[in-house]
Nanobody
Framework: QVQLVESGGGLVQAGGSLRLSCAVP??????YAWFRQAPGKEREFVAT????????YYADSVKGRFTISRDNAKNTVYLQMDILKPEDTAVYYC?????????????????WGQGTQVTVSS
């Protein structure tokens, strides 16, 4: 059974930082991503990273503030979030894809974690 387990969410003031972690199956999948869903809104793409070689991609709304990374030895994908804004408040989900090519569409990702709540106060 595939499991993706997110952690690291919490409450932070605007301008602060948080680091999310996602325990993943490692090279069982070609690419991992973070998505988020704010209250009353559709889930949206945040960032994606390949498990081996390849490029990372970010949503324009987080570019320059968020950094996605991985630790292959620990089978973990991270999302470092800096200069947080109230509009970053959402449930953040980790997702896995068998596709090598970067994709920002939800349907490209077959497995999902349960999500972790991030709340940014103004």
């Amino acid at each position: 059974q595939v499991q993706l387990v997110e952690s690291g969410g919490g409450l932070v003031q605007a301008g602060g930082s948080l680091r999310l972690s996602c325990a993943v199956p490692g090279r069982a999948f070609s690419r991992y991503a973070w998505f988020r869903q704010a209250p009353g809104k559709e889930r949206e793409f945040v960032a994606t990273i390949p498990w081996s070689i390849g490029s990372t991609y970010y949503a324009d709304s987080v570019k320059g503030r968020f950094t996605i990374s991985r630790d292959n030895a620990k089978n973990t994908v991270y999302l470092q979030m800096d200069i947080l804004k109230p509009e970053d408040t959402a449930v953040y989900y980790c997702a896995a894809s068998v596709l090598v090519i970067a994709n920002m569409r939800e349907d490209a990702y077959r497995f999902w974690g349960q999500g972790t709540q991030v709340t940014v106060s103004s």
